[in-house]
């Protein structure tokens, strides 16, 4: 409708990040199908999903990313980071070491990007597989654009990063204060916000605050 009047659409890379079990793969599948799951289960294969927001009249595709159960240290490869404009850093308030992992993670994120931006020589197989399968999907989406405006966003500024304190459902076993999460997520600049995957709070607000966000950061 509106893309075709403005010529215009854009397409966004979203990663969402931190320590196993914090509930990445349920705050992605009750954003993106309403959906939540009890179970534990380990995400198979890196899996993304896209959904459509409209910003300011704009079609905007947000290309959201989860971990392959990957979340050991560094074992996140950086083609799972390539192209990224925005990051949700998610911890379980009720268990503090997850909390703990956050800076830790917020390191891997910067390095990735500077690994990127410098060279990317020593990439596996695994890495390259990963990247073309990436680019290829990217191709399929009618979104010529968006390449040259991820460049832009990515080598001119920052990436939108929010600090996602998950399970505020548990409440009676709280391990991470409010105040304790607001500050971290002030020394690092980054936005921050307690939702829950279970009773639905604040999932949509956690990921459009990241899609605005990049929008803003591109225009
Ligand atoms: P991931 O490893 O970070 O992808 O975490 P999952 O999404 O697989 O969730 C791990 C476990 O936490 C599962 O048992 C989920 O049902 C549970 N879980 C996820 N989000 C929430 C939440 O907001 N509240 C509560 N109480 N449990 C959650
Ligand atoms: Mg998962």
């Known amino acids: 409708m509106g893309e075709e009047d403005s010529g215009e659409e854009y397409l966004f890379k979203i990663v969402v990040i931190g320590d196993s079990a914090v509930g990445k793969s349920n705050l992605l599948s009750r954003y993106a199908r309403n959906e939540f799951d009890l179970n534990t289960k380990a995400t198979v294969g890196v899996e993304f999903q896209t959904v459509c927001v409209e910003i300011n009249g704009k079609e905007v595709k947000a290309q959201i990313w989860d971990t392959a159960g990957q979340e050991r240290f560094r074992a996140v490869t950086s083609a799972y980071y390539r192209g990224a404009l925005g990051a949700l850093i998610v911890y379980d308030i009720s268990r503090r070491t997850t909390f703990d992992s956050v800076s830790r993670w917020l390191e891997e994120l910067n390095r990735s990007s500077e690994d990127f931006w410098k060279s990317d020589g020593s990439t596996s197989v695994g890495n390259l597989l990963l990247s073309v399968l990436g680019s290829l999907c990217q191709q399929l989406l009618p979104a010529l654009d968006s390449a040259n405006c991820m460049c832009k966003a990515h080598c001119d500024t920052a990436v939108a990063r929010i600090l996602v304190g998950n ?36 999932v949509k607000v956690a990921f459009e605050i990241a899609i605005k966000e990049i929008y803003n950061n591109i225009s």
């Open 167 to 202: 399970k505020c459902d548990l409440e009676d076993i709280r391990d991470v204060s409010v105040e304790e999460g607001k500050s971290v997520a002030e020394s690092e600049g980054l936005f921050f916000i307690e939702t829950s995957a279970l009773d639905s709070i604040n």
